[in-house]
């Protein structure tokens, strides 16, 4: 890993978690410091996460973390809902094997773990799991860069609702439901299950972003 991927992984996953909060600005000394990295490699790294619309790079004064807004979720979940229902439709179309959707089914049964445990942070881990796994098997390149791009920009909104929002319980029923759907090859069904169950989710992140006043800034 080079200096410059190391500095990007680093400041995204500080991004991610929310250490480095939406809105707050960062100097490039000052990251450089934190991440323990030369200046040059820190400033090659904001100019890549900004191409991923996660930062706004400042000349001369270093990077602002987007702030996270109702209105950019609006957006980005109409994109996730509308790409990720492709996904099933054309993993569906494969007729996948159970040992394929095994990966699937563990992350479901580690999210019905930890609901009973009410550990929403690992319960958020394995959620994850499953739709990158939807993705990656439906097998089309291009769909599966554009889902991570996005993804990484939804993440932070769901880290910030996590606690609040109702338990997930019907989250866990809907990719159940999908997992049957593409057991039996049903592409209609798949695509119908996993579109609702975004839709779901979508309004449910934009009523609490709005509530708790993640206005656009």
Known sequence: ???????????REKIMSNELPPGSNH?????????????????????RLESQGLVEVRPRHGMRVLPISANDMEEIYQLL???????????????PTPEQLEPMRQAVEEMEAALQLDDR???ADADNRFHEVLVELAGNR?????????????HRARMVTLY???????????HLDLLAALEKGDADAAREIHRNHRLRAKEMMIELLKRHGFHQV
């Open 1 to 11: 890993m080079s200096q410059t991927e190391r500095a990007a992984t680093l400041l």
């Open 27 to 47: 100097l490039e000394t000052e990251l450089a410091e934190l991440l323990g990295l030369s200046r040059t490699p820190v400033r090659e790294a904001m100019l």
């Open 81 to 95: 809902t509308e790409l990720e229902s492709l996904a099933a439709y054309d993993l569906a179309l494969k007729k």
């Open 121 to 123: 942070q690992r319960w």
């Open 142 to 154: 291009r769909l599966r860069n554009v889902v991570a791009m996005y993804s990484d920009q939804a």
């Open 164 to 174: 609040i929002r109702p338990k997930p319980t019907s989250s866990n029923q809907d």
